[in-house]
């Protein structure tokens, strides 16, 4: 999901589509990716 929304820089709709799962995955999954993001990088800024 993430290297189809950041990377390619499809919409939620399209990735979607490309991917065979329902919108509301694809945000669900984007949702998640970006709060595991935020995890990571507040840990390494702790170190």
Known sequence: MVELRYFAGLTIEETAEATGV??????????????????????KART
């Open 22 to 43: 329902s919108a509301d995955t694809v945000k669900r999954d984007w949702i998640t990716a970006a709060a595991w993001l935020r995890v990571e990088l507040s840990r």
